[in-house]
């Protein structure tokens, strides 16, 4: 009844190509923006900023970059986890070099410093196909990590071979450190996700996007077509890489605060990006969004009912956890393999129909 | 003959021995990988799982104790027998072929026709699965693995060595455990050719892994077939959980030796088993001896971790199908 294009007249070409094209969608997109920047802010706290909401926002940027290097140009990569030490380390380094810079600033550097380490790693991707190059992604992941590991330089000579976010301010007001507030650093969190997410979608809709998914479904005959096979890899590695690298930056900065790199990016995190691609939905950003979501909220769901509601040791509910992760994917492969987004797809197809489905 | 060549030496013998523990690992990827396409990277929690069944078989624990005494307050731990170590791993194996039937029935049955990710990412779920299954039915705490093999410096060779150096050489170290692997691993390749050529299973085997739908056309039962091959894989995790297991304990960190035997599988080529063993052999010594020679001294040590994905990379890039891969052809 309200969501369908009928009697939606669109008289310019920027209308015809806009984002949302049902006026529905469109209100909804914009009632969701309103809240997460006027509500939200007024009614967040610290134990569902730190539990759930930053984690999200924050894996969600992780996800929407491999998303564009696996969703969208086909190439699957286990280095994420790297990547993101990258991003958390570069932010370290600029923080502590360069006091006066503005977090803002910082956290885009990092990406750009990402985006070139990702590039590089993504040379053999020219190459290497299929699991071989998934395998060969590992190397980044390894080789990373070890890196920040042994070389001093990189966590500034420090005792403990950790870093720690030193305090920064936006407008007065510390998003990182200490003493940070919970809806200062939500809305710095949030600019972030809004502005990558838009980009992204408008990115994965233009020509480099299409390129990407001319190489994904087929690379031989898309270099026929007269896409370049090794911009359009090689734009993908560095644009996925910029993304998780401002995600490990954030990781840091905003949510850790102090971190050693083995424990906070080891294979790991890889790994559980890539089930939220997977589970989200391929080649998809608000799969992305889906993906992020599931994965964040699950665990502390099935933590607060068996460690709160049925008194278990924390140790077996762990144990748990991993059971029901590991079922759910194969259960949620088989049923869905394209994700949570297929599933909002087909609500919106119902939608459109209803109330007269025939 | 100065000393540090014969320790360079040394450590080249005990990464060969090393590298047979990768191949072991990478036939079970191999194997899988041929006959249906899944890259499994369960394979390294299966060597884990059965490791832990085979301890608490071994032991009598009651499996699933800890959840049990959580859910009714009892205080049951074990059964109170010690099985033989023979009828131990018989048992375990049991267990391998029935979770290859369950594998078969409730995960790969409804997978087919599906692209290679999502089956890769199957067996992923399935590793976290079993990773957590396995320690709620046998208890995460590290255990000890014997079933006999023999540890330690091996004497013979120590003393029948020694005449090769100077009155300062006291022979060639090497651990008994590993020579029982490699020759273990050799039996087990020997055993996996004559049955894959000469037996009626074994060659509808190779059948499947040629050409799926030729090979169903002719009659030959492809769910079948996948049962018999995650049983062997099973059947290689147990040998490797055993061997590592004796090793180093039974823990957490046993999974990992799948992370190990990827870049064995990239080097030697995914679909080819000579490959995974020449491969795990040119690992195990390369990363051994990098260390030896470059990383102890000059990076700062632990380059075992990532050497030999950095010798893969460097190598497909050259190789792109591995060194006895299948040649890559693409149509469009």
């Known amino acids: 009844m309200f969501y369908r294009e009928a009697g939606d007249f669109k008289t310019t070409y920027a209308d015809d190509s806009q984002t949302f094209p049902i006026k529905f969608d469109r209100y909804r997109y914009w009632a969701v923006l309103a809240f997460a920047f006027l509500v939200v802010p007024f009614i967040i706290n610290d134990y569902w900023l730190n539990a759930v909401v930053l984690p999200f926002l924050i894996y969600s940027v992780a996800a929407i970059g491999l998303n564009i290097l696996t969703g969208y140009c086909g190439q699957v990569s286990l280095g994420s986890g790297g990547f993101m030490a990258v991003g958390a380390y570069a932010c370290y380094k600029f923080m502590t070099s360069f006091p006066g810079m503005d977090i803002f600033s910082v956290i885009l550097l990092s990406g750009f410093v990402t985006a070139a380490v990702g590039i590089l790693f993504g040379l053999p991707s020219l190459r290497i196909k299929g699991f071989y190059l998934a395998v060969a992604t590992l190397a980044a992941q390894f080789f990373l990590v070890w890196l920040f590991n042994k070389v001093p330089w990189f966590y500034n000579y420090s005792a403990s071979g950790q870093i720690n976010a030193p305090e920064r301010t936006v407008f007065g007001y510390a998003v990182t450190g200490a003493e940070t507030q919970a809806w200062a650093v939500y809305l710095v969190a949030l600019v972030f996700v809004v502005v990558l997410a838009v980009v992204a979608r408008n990115l994965t809709r233009g020509s480099l996007g299409r390129k990407w998914m001319a190489i994904r479904d087929m690379d031989i005959a898309a270099e026929i077509i007269g896409v370049n096979p090794m911009t359009a890899k090689l734009s993908a590695f560095a644009i996925s890489s910029f993304y998780v690298g401002i995600s490990g930056a954030m990781f840091f900065v905003l949510y850790l605060g102090a971190v050693e790199v083995g424990e906070a990016f080891g294979i790991g995190k890889s790994f559980i990006i890539l089930f939220m691609v997977i589970i989200g939905g391929l080649g998809s950003i608000f799969g992305s969004f889906a993906g992020a979501a599931f994965m964040v909220l699950m665990p502390v769901l099935l933590k607060n009912v068996m460690v709160g509601q049925l008194g278990w040791a924390t140790d077996l509910a762990a144990h748990f956890e991993f059971v029901i992760v590991g079922g759910l994917i194969i259960v949620f492969l088989i049923l869905e393999p394209h994700g949570l987004a297929q599933l909002w797809r087909l609500a919106k197809e119902k939608l459109r129909l209803w109330p007269f489905p025939h | ?332």
């Open chain 2, 1 to 332: 003959m100065s000393a540090g060549f014969y320790y360079g030496t040394e450590v080249f013998l005990n990464g060969l021995m090393t590298g047979v523990l990768y191949s072991l690992v990478a036939l079970g990827f191999v194997l899988i990988f041929k006959s249906s396409g899944i890259f499994n990277y369960a394979q390294g929690v299966m060597a884990l799982f059965a490791a832990l069944t085979l301890v608490g078989l071994q032991d009598g624990q009651v499996p699933f104790a800890h959840l049990i005494n959580s859910i009714f307050g009892t205080q049951v731990h074990h059964f109170g027998w010690h099985l033989p170590a023979l009828l131990a791993i018989l048992l375990t194996a049991g267990v391998m072929v029935v979770l290859a039937i369950l594998v078969e029935r409730y995960i790969l049955r409804h997978l087919v026709n599906q692209p290679d990710i999502i089956l890769f990412m199957a067996t992923i779920g399935l590793a976290y699965f079993m990773e957590g299954f396995g320690d709620l039915m046998w208890g995460s705490e590290i255990k000890k693995l014997d079933v006999g093999i023999p540890q330690g410096g091996n004497i013979w060779i120590e003393e029948n060595t020694a005449f090769l150096g100077g009155d300062d050489f006291y022979g060639f170290y090497l651990d008994s455990l590993d020579i029982v692997a490699a020759v273990f691993a050799g039996l087990l390749v020997l055993s996996l050719v004559l049955f894959s050529q000469y037996t009626k299973t074994g060659r509808a085997l190779r059948a499947v892994a040629d050409d799926h739908q030729a090979a169903l056309s002719v009659g030959i039962s492809l769910r079948f077939i996948w049962v018999v091959v995650w049983s062997i894989a099973g059947f290689i995790a147990l040998v490797a959980g055993i061997m590592w297991g004796s090793k180093s304990g039974v823990q957490f960190s046993l999974s990992l030796i799948a992370l190990k035997a990827l870049p064995v599988l990239m080097l030697g080529g995914f679909t080819s088993i000579p490959g995974a063993i020449v491969g795990g052999l040119i690992i195990g010594v390369g990363e051994k001896m990098f260390e030896f020679l470059i990383g102890a001294p000059f990076l700062g040590g632990a380059t075992e971790n990532w050497f030999a994905y950095m010798l893969a990379l460097v190598f497909l890039v050259f190789r792109p199908q591995g060194l006895f891969g299948d040649k890559i052809i693409e149509r469009v």
